[in-house]
């Protein structure tokens, strides 16, 4: 992991799985404020925000951003604290809570990652995430290194 990354989740880990999720998301997001298209091609805008509220063309301000990520951050929270059926430690939930952020609610609802992790085989379900590291067929060096973060944080205490 990255020195710098690892600095600041260890500050903020007094704050929980949120602020652990909030500093993973923005580390491996980045910060745009217009909207452009994603590695993917989808619209984006923020810390990677999608969706049919993001106006073309529209500068969006730090605060916007900043509420775009933590309403986005707790919809992906919520998924993870609804489908999960384990328990977990905090830096578990802001592994998967970053991963669903990433892949979307309804790639983890249907995911082996989730059978396995509910099954009660944790490492198995952790190294299930580094699967996920392709866009359109290929692989991507970005979604390598923050399945390596969240993979490192899903296996702490196990």
Known sequence: ??????????????????????????????????????????????????GSDIVP??????????????????AAMSVVDAYVTVPLTESQRAALASFVYNVGSGAFEHSTLLKKLNAGDM???????QRWKYVDGKVSKGLISRRRVEHELCLKSV
């Not at 490492?123 to 995430?129: D, L, W």
Request: net charge neutral; aromatic share 6%.
């Open 57 to 74: 063309g529209k500068r969006y301000s730090a605060a916007e951003c900043q509420s775009l990520l933590d309403s986005d951050l707790k």
């Open 123 to 129: 490492a198995g379900a952790c190294e299930e995430m």
């Open 1 to 50: 992991m990255n020195p710098e990354l690892r600095n600041r989740l260890i500050k903020v880990t007094v704050g929980g799985a949120i602020a652990m999720a909030t500093v993973l998301i923005q580390w491996h997001e980045g910060v745009r404020y217009t909207p452009y298209r994603d590695s993917g091609g989808v619209l984006s805008v923020c810390y990677g925000h999608t």
